[in-house]
């Protein structure tokens, strides 16, 4: 089953010196079962060639896909053109990155702290996606931004990417319902056609659940179904639960059997 755990799921554990990228890897085969990772940038100290190479190592070893590599700290806009610089070449470090890893899907965030995008800004981000975009067709991967925070929040904006960047290759990480929406539920319908991944957060594996994975079906959604854990605390446990729950709508799908 294509089922993923966004490495960010275990920050807490990160955070704490218990978990590296490898033990991430690990846990993901032999703990959960899966045939995918889903790894957050955060967990990868270096974007050196040697040390990447050796982290492709541990994926090719467990059999493991990399459903998505998720970049902090590279989205595209910044008032200052210093700090949208250093992003830029942050990007392409981890683009590359994904290219070494095998990544089917990056998240590149397009920044702006503003309440929307300005002209400026909306065309600067364009053009860098569809830099970004070309590159990972040429490579055989897809890349884009999650409805994660700022101006990507709001459901129109993210259409207007969509259209504006107009690439096979562009799509988006779709948080379930993040959205700064009177209709947050109409918003993730309206995305489900443009998801290139999923972060599928605990309020929704404890609520509508059925209901969220139903949009993206309908909508022939061909990624991986990426669970992500958020508080930091009993993260080994709580994700099982997610996974569990995620595996159980899959597997009640493939059999045709009553939910």
């Not at 990772?37 to 896909?65: C, F, H, Q, S």
């Not at 309440?115 to 830099?131: A, K, L, N, S």
Request: charged share 25%.
């Amino acid at each position: 089953m294509r089922i993923s755990i966004a490495s960010y799921a275990f920050h807490g554990l990160v955070r704490e010196g218990k978990m590296d990228v490898f033990g991430y890897l690990e846990s993901c085969k032999y703990r959960y079962g899966l045939q995918s990772a889903d790894i957050w940038n955060g967990m990868l100290p270096t974007t050196d060639e040697d040390y990447l190479r050796k982290v492709k190592d541990a994926l090719d070893e467990r059999e493991l896909t990399l459903a998505n590599l998720c970049v902090d700290q590279a989205h595209i806009w910044e008032n200052d053109p210093d700090a949208r610089e250093r992003n830029y070449q942050n990007a392409l470090a981890h683009l590359r990155a994904a290219e070494i890893l095998g990544a089917r899907t990056i998240r590149i965030d397009a920044g702006s702290r503003d309440p929307d995008f300005t002209t400026e800004q909306f065309d600067w981000i364009v053009r860098r996606y569809q830099e970004y975009a070309q590159r990972a067709y040429d490579n055989g991967y897809m890349v884009g931004p999650e409805n994660h925070w700022g101006p990507e929040r709001i459901p129109a904006n993210m259409q207007r990417l969509i259209e504006a960047v107009d690439s096979p290759a562009f799509g988006l990480l779709l948080h379930f319902g993040n959205w700064e929406s009177d209709d947050p539920d109409q918003a993730d319908a309206q995305a489900a056609a443009w998801a290139m991944h999923t972060h599928i957060s605990w309020d929704i594996t404890a609520g509508p659940l059925v209901e969220k994975m139903q949009l993206l079906r309908d909508a022939n959604y061909q990624g991986y179904w990426g669970v992500e854990y958020h508080t930091g605390q009993n993260e080994y446990s709580q994700v099982a639960i997610q996974v569990a729950q995620v595996r159980d709508v899959l597997q009640t799908w493939r059999t045709g059997s009553p939910a």
